[in-house]
């Protein structure tokens, strides 16, 4: 027997606390009954447990990577009616979420899953899991500005860690930059290089670890593997899998 907070977190639809908030809204139902008392607890292999009317699915963890296209947002709804990430899954009837985001405008990799073991991985700065990101800029960024970047630059009060780049195109007129961080917060890559005076005009990220994008065509997914998991982490999977193919 499990806390009902700990398996819906587990499932990836909130934090322990958020799950605790949503339990105390009447948003979770356990069976046939609709439980709003923290503390209850629930057997994951007999009880069936449903979010805003939707089951969640306990066994079966989904994984994938996603080629989102630019003008979808990665919320799981949205109240200007915009196009969500979970529309370009259509035939997946079990609910995934995204694992961290893309801003509107960003196109590019982007893991999708149910498995909230993976996403608090990925997204924990201690794990350094590393995102690479092709940036197009305006001008020529000079090296030292670079430099800059690549040693940590103060963005609203707040130090980035170290990064990786390297030239891929250089112009005047624009330059192809791959910029490396492990670091994800909003709108992170733009900011960075708005504070050496050379704004992103498009952005698309390429990677996370060693998991690459590839020819994955703008809007499509594939479905994960363990060794497409274990390329993510650079090293042995830190949580347990079940039901994926090697």
Do not use: W
């Not at 709108?187 to 020819?215: C, D, E, S």
């Amino acid at each position: 027997m499990e806390r009902l907070q700990k398996i819906i977190a587990q499932a990836g639809i909130a934090s322990r606390r958020g799950a605790e908030k949503l339990i105390s809204q009447g948003r979770v139902r356990v069976n046939d009954h609709v439980v709003t008392q923290m503390g209850h607890k629930v057997n994951p292999e007999k009880d069936r447990i449903f979010f805003d009317g939707s089951p969640i699915n306990l066994e079966n963890k989904i994984y994938l990577l996603l080629n989102k296209p630019a003008g979808y947002v990665t919320t799981l709804s949205d109240p200007q009616g915009r196009p969500i990430v979970t529309d370009l899954l259509p035939e997946i009837d079990v609910r995934l979420f995204p694992v961290g985001r893309l801003d509107l405008e960003t196109e590019g990799a982007l893991l999708m899953t149910n498995d909230g073991a993976l996403g608090n991985y990925v997204l924990h700065p201690r794990y350094e899991i590393n995102k690479t990101y092709e940036a197009t800029v305006k001008g020529l960024p000079p090296a030292a500005s670079i430099q800059r970047l690549s040693r940590g630059i103060m963005i609203e009060g707040h130090k980035t860690y170290p990064a990786q780049l390297r030239f891929l195109e250089k112009s005047k007129a624009h330059s192809k930059i791959e910029i490396i961080i492990h670091e994800g917060k909003k709108r992170q890559v733009r900011k960075m290089f708005q504070a050496i005076g050379h704004p992103v005009v498009h952005l698309k990220r390429t990677a996370y670890g060693n998991l690459q994008l590839g020819r994955l065509s703008s809007g499509k997914y594939r479905t994960l593997t363990k060794n497409d998991l274990k390329n993510l982490f650079l090293e042995k999977i830190p949580f347990t899998i079940k039901n994926i193919p090697a």
